[in-house]
């Protein structure tokens, strides 16, 4: 079965820190893939980047960056010196592939607090 | 950039009614989803739609709820007989062909059942 752990349930950070947001995945499967989402307090879901299971690269996106380490199968998330819009709830979700379709497996999320 | 629109944003009902949530993806797409997410609580799969028909469903996805199609450019939830359990929101998302396509989130439905 898949599984998604956020295990940091909320963080809390001054401006200008930098925050890292942890995600550990289990899959059986061979190829999957990994998605970030952050859902800021107005509700809505907001993709923030997709990661392939056969590319571990790390990507950096202005101040967000992302670490894939396949061996440890974690997929952890970077906010360099955050800023107050970056308050949210972000999830890490973990895509299954079965037949035609695909669905997300979404981790607990972690609320991350920034204040000035 | 297109985007997954919902309505309404907000609907409250009394247990035991009927309600509708409606979602109208991005016009290119080709697979639906509905996912629901308890106040506080992690986002979950409901039904995944493909072609006109149900690909997947969660457990969750009892036969009080039903999801249609009903034109090009629809596609509805319906719980038959609302329970204050089913008090979440409601996500609807699409995505295009291609396995790594994301899949992309409307702004959801608050369902608040009394």
């Known amino acids: 079965a898949q599984k998604v752990t956020q295990a940091q349930t909320e963080i809390s950070v001054v401006e200008k820190e930098d925050v890292t947001l942890d995600c550990v995945y289990e899959t059986r499967d061979t190829t999957y893939y990994l998605f970030w989402y952050k859902q800021p307090p107005s509700g809505e879901l907001v993709f923030l980047i997709r990661r392939n299971s056969f590319d571990e690269q790390n990507e950096i996106s202005g101040r967000y960056s992302w670490n894939f380490q396949k061996s440890t199968s974690s997929f952890n998330f970077t906010i360099t010196a955050s800023q107050v819009v970056d308050s949210a709830v972000y999830f890490c979700?973990?895509?299954?592939?079965?037949?035609?379709?695909?669905?997300?497996?979404f981790g607990t999320g972690t609320r991350l607090q920034v204040t000035l | 950039e297109p985007e997954v629109t919902q309505t309404p944003s907000h609907q409250v009902t009394q247990m035991g009614q009927e309600v509708i949530l409606r979602c109208v993806p991005i016009s290119n797409h080709l697979y639906f989803y509905w996912y629901r997410q308890i106040l506080g609580q992690k986002v979950e799969f409901l039904v995944s739609?493909?072609?006109?028909?149900?690909?997947?469903k969660s457990e969750i996805f009892d036969d009080q709820f039903s999801v249609e199609r009903p034109d090009g450019s629809n596609f509805t939830l319906k719980i038959r007989s609302t329970k204050l359990e089913d008090s979440a929101m409601y996500f609807c998302?699409?995505?295009?062909?291609?396995?790594?396509?994301?899949?992309?989130f409307g702004n959801g439905t608050r369902l608040t059942v009394t």
């Open positions: 739609f493909y072609n006109n028909e149900i690909s997947e």
């Open positions: 979700a973990l895509s299954e592939l079965t037949g035609t379709a695909s669905k997300l497996t």
């Open positions: 998302a699409s995505r295009s062909a291609g396995a790594n396509s994301p899949l992309h």
